[in-house]
């Protein structure tokens, strides 16, 4: 089956309810719903109103504090042509709706043979199908939708999308398709009909948490017989900039299908999609450009993770997915819906120790990816994390195995790493003793190497050439939220903003980025590498992809939030953070510390009255439970570089809206 038949299959109305096996409220059919029948195709799926677009599913997700089913009307008024639901008696007060006069199983559903989809008989969800217990359902992952897998998926008895975004209408010529679905408003439907009516389907499942993850597993096999290679990043740091760095690196690049690439030991390509042969000449290389998605922002759990594959195109190459945890049991539920083709374990590291108790029981959780890896395909695991899981890791047997890191035993290691203002520089060794460098992108850190080690491991498997590598390091840029530069050019200041995610660990790696720009600014460049965006006032900002180095400047300041989620570690690991403070403070490394929230003030009460230091320590003990960002942003002077570093939790990217005033003009 190509691509395009997969995704019109599968996005069928009857398809979807024998997926998720379903009773339908409200059947589509030409009388209950004359635009909306069996033949329709879902232009996709979302869990928040405020997003969804007309032609879409709207999925209830149900948790502690929200139910999604108190936003049906919404999802109607939004144009939703169908509703998954798991809640009768929520649909009883709907406004123009008219129910069958019984329901009725997927079973009694008249499917016409074309229809006739594989469905594949795991069920990932059924053991897990209830921890959404801090989920907000109208915003559980970010306020987007989940765009609808490309239009020219659909075969021609759909006809074609107007264009290729999930708010696109299909061709109204169509005798199946919606008409003008994307420019008319439901009321504007209502009122052709001459009354109130809403041509929707109901589709009643037994849980929609389940429904949404069986649909991901089912979509996700698609994904394999079309040969869209899943990638799987996991690991306790540095997952979403790996993920970040894996698509940036070999998105777009070019392979050539008509040549073996060199041999290079372990790094071995998967099969691409090959093009119809140029028989009039043959000696010509047939090139293939590697297209591919990957999870938006950190969609890495028990949603998120369903709604990245759900996102994915059938004809494309490749598609990235974060893998995150904080209870034991969670990968190994991610594992059995994603099934990876690749798996990436970036590192084993001290990350919420409140549930996994130490670093064996975080290996435990990491190392359960593995037994869920396709036959044949390939893990690229950082050395040191390789070591930790190798008594919990259960691969099958005929797998590729890359290993990345510094040490001489490492598939792929790193040599040579410099850190200057405006980026970093390294080599790497390949197998088989060829260099690939020197390596010149604008991150910073020296984890941040690693991380693109990864990537590159990666990049081989798929088959992409040095060449092509190097056209990849020029499309990189730090991700959102991970040691991310914010130049402010009209006050000369940076702030590093490394807010999305804290451990102790991570924390180490934020120190050692302070110490490497401390010791290059005795000497180097103040060069910008990136893009200019106005901000208010006329000034300049330039964000994520370039950093502007501290040779002319004082040292740094830090503002530094509490670390969660670290069990009976919590008070030790704060109080070794307040300690590297202090030594940074002593020896001039910082200008001023800033600590927010109780953990992290408790931990460095004691700093305010050390001679000679304590007048540049700043303690928000209320913090976030009463922001005061103004106060903070008042504090921080410009011309320096400000890192920015704690739990998501602590809320410390409200700082960034105040920099945006103070430090632009």
Aim: glycine letters at 8%; charged letters at 20%; proline letters at 7%.
């Amino acid at each position: 089956m190509t691509p395009q038949r997969a995704g019109e299959v599968f996005w069928s109305l009857p398809n979807l309810a024998m997926i998720t096996q379903g009773s339908w409220l409200r059947r589509p059919s030409s009388q209950t719903c004359p635009n909306t029948p069996p033949s329709t195709i879902i232009r996709g799926l979302s869990i928040d109103t405020r997003t969804l677009q007309p032609g879409q599913a709207y999925l209830a997700l149900k948790g502690e504090n929200h139910d999604g089913h108190a936003f049906l009307q919404k999802a109607l008024d939004a144009g939703a042509s169908l509703l998954i639901i798991d809640n009768p008696d929520s649909i009883k007060d709907l406004e123009g709706i008219e129910l069958d006069a019984s329901s009725s199983s997927s079973d009694d559903f008249d499917i016409p043979a074309t229809y006739a989809f594989p469905v594949t008989s795991k069920n990932p969800a059924a053991e897990s199908s209830d921890s959404t217990s801090d989920c907000n359902p109208e915003s559980l992952i970010s306020t987007d939708a989940i765009p609808f897998p490309d239009p020219q998926q659909f075969a021609p008895e759909a006809q074609h999308l107007a264009s290729s975004d999930s708010t696109a209408s299909l061709n109204t010529s169509s005798p199946n398709s919606h008409t003008n679905s994307s420019e008319q408003s439901s009321e504007d439907r209502n009122n052709e009909q001459g009354s109130s009516f809403y041509e929707v389907a109901i589709l009643l499942v037994d849980n929609t948490l389940t429904a949404l993850q069986t649909l991901a597993r089912a979509w996700r096999d698609v994904l394999g017989d079309c040969n869209n290679k899943v990638i799987a990043v996991a690991g306790s740091n540095g997952k979403t900039s790996t993920r970040h760095l894996i698509h940036s690196l070999i998105h777009g690049r070019m392979v050539s299908l008509d040549r073996s690439p060199a041999n290079t030991g372990e790094l071995t390509p998967p099969k691409h999609k090959l093009p119809v042969p140029n028989e009039e000449r043959p000696d010509l290389w047939r090139l293939h450009q590697v297209v591919g998605t990957q999870s938006p922002k950190s969609f890495n759990n028990h949603i998120g993770v369903p709604l990245t594959l759900l996102a994915a195109k059938a004809e494309d190459d490749f598609t990235v997915v974060e893998v995150g945890t904080n209870h034991p049991g969670e990968v190994d539920a991610l594992g059995r819906i994603i099934e990876p083709d690749a798996a990436v374990i970036t590192s084993i590291g001290r990350e919420h120790l409140e549930f996994f108790g130490d670093l064996e029981g975080v290996a435990k959780e990491e190392a359960a990816l593995l037994a869920h890896l396709k036959p044949g395909g390939v893990i690229v695991i950082e050395q040191q994390a390789a070591k930790l899981i190798a008594p919990y890791a259960k691969p099958p047997t005929n797998h590729h195995r890359i290993t990345y890191g510094k040490d001489n035993d490492a598939s792929l290691m790193l040599q040579n790493f410099m850190q200057f203002p405006d980026g970093i520089s390294f080599d790497v060794m390949l197998p088989g003793q060829k260099k690939l460098g020197p390596v010149n992108v604008p991150l910073i850190g020296y984890h941040n190497a690693i991380n693109l080690l990864a990537a590159i491991g990666i990049a081989k498997w798929m088959g992409i050439d040095d060449i092509q590598l190097n056209l990849g390091f020029m499309a990189i840029s730090p991700a959102p939220g991970r040691l991310q530069p914010i130049v402010y050019e009209d006050t000369n200041t940076t702030v590093i903003h490394d807010a999305y995610n804290a451990n102790p660990d991570s924390l180490s790696a934020a120190f050692d980025v302070i110490e490497s720009l401390a010791a290059s600014s005795q000497g180097g460049s103040n060069q910008v590498i990136g893009a200019i965006s106005p901000s208010e006032g006329g000034g300049q900002k330039f964000m994520g992809s370039g950093f502007v180095g501290t040779a002319t400047r004082e040292p740094c300041t830090i503002v530094l939030g509490d670390m969660l989620e670290l069990g009976e570690h919590e008070k030790s690991e704060h109080q070794a953070a307040a300690d590297r403070v202090r030594e940074f403070l002593e020896r001039g490394l910082l200008t001023v510390a800033v600590f927010a929230g109780p953990r992290m003030c408790q931990a460095a009460q004691e700093l305010k009255s050390v001679k000679g230091i304590g007048h540049r320590v700043h303690l928000y003990p209320d913090w976030p439970k009463n922001p005061t960002a103004l106060a903070v942003a008042k504090g921080i002077m410009p011309g320096q570089t400000i890192l920015l570093k704690a739990s998501n939790g602590m809320k410390l990217s409200t700082l960034i809206d105040e920099f945006d005033r103070k430090f632009t003009y």
